[in-house]
């Protein structure tokens, strides 16, 4: 790798540790191939993504960033999960390390606040943004599908007497 693409990678990685909700931090070593491209499909489905990248270039490139506290977890075979919904990232490596106990989750960072491991599994117990908003919205049309189920109760009321009337007439 010659200088021009060393600098191109600490450009993705900084643009990476900006725009990121959270970024996870984790060793794979031992990781097959299969493993780890299982990984990224599920992250991807989850609209994460996982990178791996020299632990050099990615503390050069954390240097001034929100999240620079996880440089001290960048040693070893380290892979980064990150996300822009804050919960993602965290939620799925979270899930993998759990099934495959090859992947061991270093901490992370959450825009300025560093993460332990205990941090990690508390963010990815949080629900998702897609399941706040879903939450949200539910809580704000329930009162209009009760107010439209009241408004429309008077009227089946009166439809089914008439109809038991004219039942009974004839």
Same mark, same amino acid.
Not at 147 to 165: E, F, K, Q
């Given at each position: 790798?010659?200088r021009?693409? /060393?600098? /191109?990678?600490?450009d993705?990685l900084?643009q990476i540790?900006?725009s990121s909700?959270?970024v996870?931090?984790?060793?794979?070593?031992g990781?097959?191939?299969?493993e780890?491209?299982?990984l990224r499909?599920?992250?991807?489905?989850?609209?994460?993504s996982?990178?791996?990248?020299? +632990?050099r270039?990615?503390k050069?490139?954390l240097?001034?960033?929100?999240?620079d506290s996880?440089?001290?977890?960048?040693?070893g075979?380290?892979v980064?999960?990150y996300?822009e919904?804050?919960?993602a990232?965290?939620?799925?490596?979270?899930?993998?390390?759990?099934?495959?106990d090859?992947?061991?989750?270093?901490?992370?960072?959450m825009g300025? +606040?560093?993460?332990?491991?205990?941090?990690?599994?508390?963010?990815a117990?949080?629900?998702?943004r897609?399941?706040?908003?879903?939450? =949200?919205?539910?809580? =704000?049309?329930?009162?209009?599908?009760?107010i439209?189920g009241a408004?429309?109760?008077?009227a089946? +009321? =009166?439809?089914? =007497?008439?109809s038991?009337i004219?039942? /009974?007439a004839?």
């Amino acid at each position: 790798m010659d200088r021009a693409q /060393k600098e /191109k990678l600490v450009d993705e990685l900084g643009q990476i540790f900006e725009s990121s909700g959270v970024v996870v931090v984790s060793h794979y070593e031992g990781l097959t191939v299969a493993e780890m491209q299982d990984l990224r499909a599920k992250m991807r489905e989850a609209g994460g993504s996982v990178r791996v990248a020299k +632990n050099r270039l990615a503390k050069i490139a954390l240097e001034g960033k929100p999240c620079d506290s996880i440089a001290d977890l960048l040693t070893g075979m380290t892979v980064l999960a990150y996300s822009e919904d804050p919960v993602a990232a965290a939620k799925v490596i979270e899930a993998y390390s759990k099934e495959n106990d090859k992947l061991v989750i270093l901490g992370g960072a959450m825009g300025e +606040n560093a993460l332990d491991v205990a941090g990690v599994k508390a963010v990815a117990a949080m629900p998702s943004r897609d399941e706040l908003i879903a939450s =949200i919205v539910g809580c =704000i049309g329930a009162p209009a599908a009760n107010i439209a189920g009241a408004i429309g109760a008077p009227a089946s +009321n =009166i439809a089914s =007497i008439l109809s038991t009337i004219e039942e /009974k007439a004839a």
